[in-house]
């Protein structure tokens, strides 16, 4: 039986006459992932890795110099999360052994707590005091009014905002819960986009010259989805749906690229985010040079 994740894909071929008339198909090397704001929010699986590394060491630093106990538990393998695209185009190195991500997140399971066992030898009260100090108290929050007129909170004394704090500058919070709302508008205007729907109805008809019937690029997904909820704890039924994972993911690959879905909707992306651009000013600015600023200061990681 074959497994995902150390299974070997082979290339897959362009199918002949795929590609949307007038365009020519897209090769891997030119393939660049749909970003909104140029990645801002984007950061790699070393980043990531880096990242919490630096900030676990913080909160448990912050916890001890408090009096709690804080374990650090063994870091997630990251390049499944970083892989996500919220347009729902795939990567081509990722997907040949990981498909969507779907599998082999469910193979994985959930990560351990690795301060549950210490937590249940508390007591209800020990208990909630140990979330304030990592977490924060309620009363305590401060509000941050974003651009799409929602509003979030935090407590800037609890563990996990000092050490937020500290890897990346005074301020972060604000800027990086600002810039994530500007980059879901930007989503969301690319999304509605006749000229999305449009990139989606070429990749559509690919899709169906090979067999398959969906309207949009989240449809393998959600089907794979639907296909792991009802194979939940049979793990031959789950590697089963892994093997049609990849092959699906290896065919809407193959209609992503000979239909040029990445740069379209790059293209798409670069219309729509112009008026989001001049509402993020200032704060776009500072919320990239404090990324920057925060990697630069990670041992083994290149910032460019």
Not at 110 to 118: G, I
Not at 172 to 178: A, F, G, I, K, V
Not at 262 to 268: D, S, Y
Request: charged share 30%; with cysteine; net charge negative.
């Amino acid at each position: 039986m074959r497994r995902l994740l150390w299974r070997t894909v082979a290339a897959a071929l362009l199918t002949a006459g795929c590609a949307a008339p007038g365009r020519e198909a897209a090769t891997e090397s030119d393939v660049s992932m749909p970003l909104p704001l140029a990645g801002a929010m984007y950061f790699s699986a070393d980043e990531r890795t880096a990242l919490r590394e630096a900030e676990e060491a913080l909160v448990q630093t912050c916890m001890r110099k408090r009096g709690y106990a804080y374990q650090i538990g063994p870091a997630p393998e990251m390049g499944r999360a970083a892989a996500v695209n919220p347009y729902t185009v795939l990567s081509p190195q990722r997907s040949r052994s990981d498909g969507y991500g779907l599998t082999g997140a469910v193979l994985e399971g959930p990560p351990d707590d690795s301060n549950a066992e210490m937590l249940a030898a508390l007591s209800e009260a020990k208990r909630e005091d140990w979330q304030e100090a990592l977490l924060g108290n309620l009363d305590d929050h401060v509000e941050i009014s974003l651009p799409s007129g929602r509003q979030i909170s935090y407590d800037p004394d609890s563990c996990a905002q000092a050490a937020r704090d500290e890897v990346y500058g005074q301020g972060w919070s604000e800027l990086r819960y600002t810039v994530e709302d500007l980059s879901n508008e930007v989503i969301r205007r690319t999304l509605d986009s006749p000229d999305f729907q449009e990139v989606e109805k070429d990749w559509a008809g690919c899709m169906a010259d090979l067999g398959y019937s969906y309207a949009t690029l989240e449809d393998p997904r959600k089907e794979i989805q639907d296909q792991l909820a009802q194979a939940e704890g049979a793990r031959d039924r789950v590697l089963a749906v892994g093997d049609r994972e990849l092959d699906l993911a290896r065919d809407d690959l193959t209609c992503q690229l000979s239909t040029d879905t990445h740069q379209r909707i790059a293209n798409v992306q670069a219309r729509t985010e112009e008026r989001v651009r001049v509402k993020a000013g200032r704060e776009l600015d500072l919320f990239q040079q404090a990324k920057r600023t925060a990697l630069s200061r990670l041992p083994g990681i290149t910032n460019s």
